[in-house]
Nanobody, 127 residues
Framework: VQLQASGGGLVQAGGFLSVSCTASGGNFPNYGMAWFRQAPGKEREFVAAIRRTSAATYYSDSVKGRFTISRSNTRRTLSLQMNSLKPEDTAIYYC?????????????????????WGQGTLVTVSS
């Protein structure tokens, strides 16, 4: 399985951007998917996750109400729409995939639970 990220870029505070991730290989509809981000000098942190059927989504407190995660199992694509961006959202954004999705929500916030990662795409928010 390979993940190819796209999107991102430079935007002013208050603006919006979207990032996407397309998977090749494997059985995409079975995968648990998530977005993480890593700012310079900081650890990788959870942003959002989505169940394989899109029946539920999960967000970190810092992005809840501003970001929306979605997926298309037919297009094998994971997306993150980011609105009302803040300078503290500046980071490299990574899509992540777990081959065998488990029930529950707590594990989705742990980067070690994911098997494959995209190459990352940079989002820069200027003040």
């Amino acid at each position: 399985v390979q993940l190819q990220a796209s999107g991102g870029g430079l935007v002013q505070a208050g603006g919006f951007l979207s990032v996407s991730c397309t998977a090749s290989g494997g059985n995409f509809p079975n995968y648990g998917m998530a977005w993480f981000r890593q700012a310079p000098g900081k650890e990788r942190e959870f942003v959002a996750a989505i169940r394989r059927t899109s029946a539920a989504t999960y967000y970190s407190d810092s992005v809840k109400g501003r970001f929306t995660i979605s997926r298309s199992n037919t297009r094998r694509t994971l997306s993150l729409q980011m609105n009302s961006l803040k300078p503290e959202d500046t980071a490299i954004y990574y899509c992540a995939l777990r081959l065998n999705e488990m029930a529950g929500s707590d594990w989705r916030r742990d980067p070690s639970m994911y098997t494959y990662w995209g190459q990352g795409t940079l989002v820069t928010v200027s003040s």
